[in-house]
Nanobody
Framework: QVQLVESGGGLVQPGGSLRLSCAAS????????MRWYRQAPGKEREFVAG????????NYADSVKGRFTISRDNAKNLLYLQMNRLKAEDPAVYYC?????WGQGTQFTVSS
């Protein structure tokens, strides 16, 4: 069955960096556009970044543009989100989405 499993959350200092991963299985990962979303407490889930099947085209929400980088490794069925210069408004549960499926999410917090 289709599975998307996020990992990489945790505690990070303000201004720090973190890389999230999403391991995909059960579908032909290399054929699908993949996305990262996030949902903070009390807020709606919002789009963060997207990447086409080859990795040659990416798209970002304005709030993360220039700080976050989405990438993928089709040989390993892995999706990544490199997050730099983290801000107080970035902590949330981060979800990957592909093939109309969602992962369970991974969470991080920013604390000094």
């Amino acid at each position: 069955q289709v599975q998307l499993v996020e990992s990489g959350g945790g505690l990070v200092q303000p201004g720090g960096s973190l890389r999230l991963s999403c391991a995909a299985s059960g579908f032909t990962f290399s054929m699908y556009y993949m996305r990262w979303y996030r949902q903070a407490p009390g807020k709606e889930r919002e789009f963060v970044a997207g990447i086409n099947n080859s990795g040659g085209s990416t798209n970002y929400a304005d709030s993360v543009k220039g700080r976050f980088t989405i990438s993928r490794d089709n040989a390993k069925n892995l999706l990544y989100l490199q997050m730099n210069r983290l801000k107080a408004e970035d902590p949330a549960v981060y979800y990957c989405k592909g093939f109309n499926y969602w992962g369970q999410g991974t969470q991080f917090t920013v604390s000094s």
